[in-house]
T-cell receptor
Framework: ETGVTQTPRHLVMGMTNKKSLKCEQHLGHNAMYWYKQSAKKPLELMFVYNFKEQTENNSVPSRFSPECPNSSHLFLHLHTLQPEDSALYLC??????????????FGPGTRLTVL | AQKVTQAQTEISVVEKEDVTLDCVYETRDTTYYLFWYKQPPSGELVFLIRRNSFDEQNEISGRYSWNFQKSTSSFNFTITASQVVDSAVYFCALSPTTDSWGKLQFGAGTQVVVTP
C-alpha cells in the first residue's frame, strides 16, 4: 500500500449505531487530519494530530471522537450521528510540525450516509 | 481571520477552450502560502501547486498556469486547451507560514465540466 488509505470507502449507518473510520498513511508523516466535505459546503477541518497529539479540534460535536494511536494511524469513532452528518470524510497527512505545510496528501475518503 | 473565496461555483467549457478559475483570499498574516488542489470524481484531492506570498512570479506547468497578484489578493488558475480529464472540482487554499500546524483554509471549490 502506498500513500494514504481509508476504510471503509462507503458506510451506511443508523443513528443509534457505533462505527469507526480508519485512515492509514504509508509516507512516514507525523501529522494527520480529518476533514468533512458536505454537499455545497467547503471542506471543513475537524481534527489535527501532530506526533500523536491533538493540536486542533475545530468545535466538532462530541459524537465524533478521534483517536491517533501512532503517527501512521488515525481513527474517527462515530456514535449517535444525525442525518446531517452524512458527508465525505477525508483523511490527510503531512510531515508535521508547527510550520506551514508543503502539501497535504489525501486519502480517497469514506462516503458516510446516516439514515 | 482567514478566508478564501471562489466565486464561481461551476464552469462549463467545450474541450480545447481555456478556463480560468478565480481565487480571492483574506488574511492578516504578512507571510502565507497559497495552494490549488484538484478533486476528480474519485474523491481524492490532488495537490497542484504551492506558492509563497513572497514569490509573485507567475508559474506555468504544462497546460496549467497560475497568476498571483498580491495587490488584489488573488491567485487565479488557468487551464489552457482544456481536456475532458480536467473535469473536477478545484479548490484554492491558504495557510499561514508560522504556527499553522499545517492547517489549510479551503475555498468552496469550483466545479469544472469539460465536454467533448
Amino acid at each position: 500500500e502506498t500513500g494514504v488509505t481509508q476504510t471503509p470507502r462507503h458506510l451506511v449507518m443508523g443513528m443509534t449505531n457505533k462505527k469507526s473510520l480508519k485512515c492509514e498513511q504509508h509516507l512516514g508523516h507525523n501529522a494527520m487530519y480529518w476533514y468533512k466535505q458536505s454537499a455545497k459546503k467547503p471542506l471543513e477541518l475537524m481534527f489535527v494530530y501532530n506526533f500523536k497529539e491533538q493540536t486542533e479540534n475545530n468545535s466538532v460535536p462530541s459524537r465524533f471522537s478521534p483517536e491517533c494511536p501512532n503517527s501512521s494511524h488515525l481513527f474517527l469513532h462515530l456514535h449517535t450521528l444525525q442525518p446531517e452528518d452524512s458527508a465525505l470524510y477525508l483523511c490527510a497527512s503531512t510531515p508535521g510540525g508547527r510550520g506551514p505545510v508543503n502539501e497535504q496528501f489525501f486519502g480517497p475518503g469514506t462516503r458516510l450516509t446516516v439514515l | 481571520a482567514q478566508k478564501v473565496t471562489q466565486a464561481q461555483t461551476e464552469i462549463s467549457v467545450v474541450e480545447k477552450e481555456d478556463v480560468t478559475l478565480d481565487c480571492v483570499y483574506e488574511t492578516r498574516d504578512t507571510t502565507y502560502y497559497l495552494f490549488w488542489y484538484k478533486q476528480p470524481p474519485s474523491g481524492e484531492l490532488v495537490f497542484l501547486i504551492r506558492r509563497n506570498s513572497f514569490d509573485e512570479q507567475n508559474e506555468i506547468s504544462g497546460r496549467y498556469s497560475w497568476n498571483f497578484q498580491k495587490s488584489t489578493s488573488s491567485f487565479n488558475f488557468t487551464i489552457t486547451a482544456s481536456q475532458v480529464v480536467d473535469s473536477a472540482v478545484y479548490f484554492c487554499a491558504l495557510s499561514p507560514t508560522t504556527d499553522s500546524w499545517g492547517k489549510l483554509q479551503f475555498g468552496a471549490g469550483t466545479q469544472v465540466v469539460v465536454t467533448p
